[in-house]
């Protein structure tokens, strides 16, 4: 069955801290993965995403993700959280529809 | 260059009544795919069109329908509406990459509530 799972439902960082979001997928092909950004609200915007070639891949507003195939995983870092970075941010897996995780809560606290 | 764009923004109803949703993607784009997140229950995939085909559906049950026009804008219908309804409906479009991926764009969503 094809699924993502992110383990974490709220995270708490201090603003200037790093990050590191993590998310993990089971799917039977060559994955297509992503990460998605919501802000309360509003819609989901794109991070970043996969398709192939070098296993870590940079985003927009400083955000980048690494694929371990060995680990069916694709975790989400930054090295400095903003506080402006609170959102709830996803991980989706496919080729055409997507399959999103539960979804992740980032608070910063200043 | 504008992006996906949803109607309404917020939407009332009761029990029993049905709701319209309303969706164009960005131009150029042609497969729209809709999402219904509910409090606590994340994103589940609702309807994917392409070309003015249904091409998948997800597990929800055939009260749910849509349909996607000539110009690739599309609209969900909710019959018989049921309290748990209630949810923010999320519509992206997409076209292929040259790796042949789909890439959603998302819109800012119709917040439908049941009363």
């Known amino acids: 069955a094809q699924s993502v799972t992110q383990p974490d439902i709220h995270i708490t960082v201090s603003e200037g801290a790093s990050l590191e979001l993590r998310c993990n997928y089971s799917?039977?092909?060559?994955?297509?993965l992503f990460w998605y950004v919501q802000s309360p609200g509003q819609g989901l915007q794109l991070l970043l995403k996969?398709?192939?070639?070098?296993?870590l891949v940079q985003g927009i507003k400083g955000f980048e993700a690494e694929f371990k195939r060995s680990q069916s995983s694709f975790n989400l870092r930054k090295p400095s959280v903003h506080w402006s970075d609170a959102a709830e941010y996803f991980c989706?897996?496919?080729?055409?529809?997507?399959?999103f995780g539960a979804g992740t809560r980032l608070a910063v606290h200043p | 260059e504008a992006g996906v764009t949803q109607s309404p923004t917020h939407l009332i109803k009761t029990r029993g009544q049905q709701a319209t949703l309303r969706c164009s993607p960005i131009?150029?784009?042609?497969?729209v795919y809709w999402y219904q997140q509910a409090l606590g229950l994340g994103l589940q995939f609702l309807l994917w069109?392409?070309?003015?085909?249904?091409?998948n559906r997800g597990n929800f049950p055939p009260r749910f329908s849509g349909r996607q026009f000539p110009n690739y804008s599309s609209e969900l219908n909710v019959n018989a509406l049921e309290l748990e309804d209630s949810a923010l409906y999320l519509c992206?479009?997409?076209?292929?990459?040259?790796?042949?991926?789909?890439?959603?764009?998302f819109g800012a969503g119709s917040r439908l509530t049941v009363l």
């Open positions: 992206a479009s997409s076209a292929l990459t040259g790796t042949g991926a789909n890439v959603l764009t």
């Open positions: 799917y039977g092909a060559t994955p297509y």
């Open positions: 996969y398709f192939s070639g070098d296993t």
């Open positions: 989706a897996v496919g080729h055409n529809k997507l399959i």
């Open positions: 131009s150029g784009h042609t497969s």
């Open positions: 069109y392409d070309e003015g085909e249904e091409r």
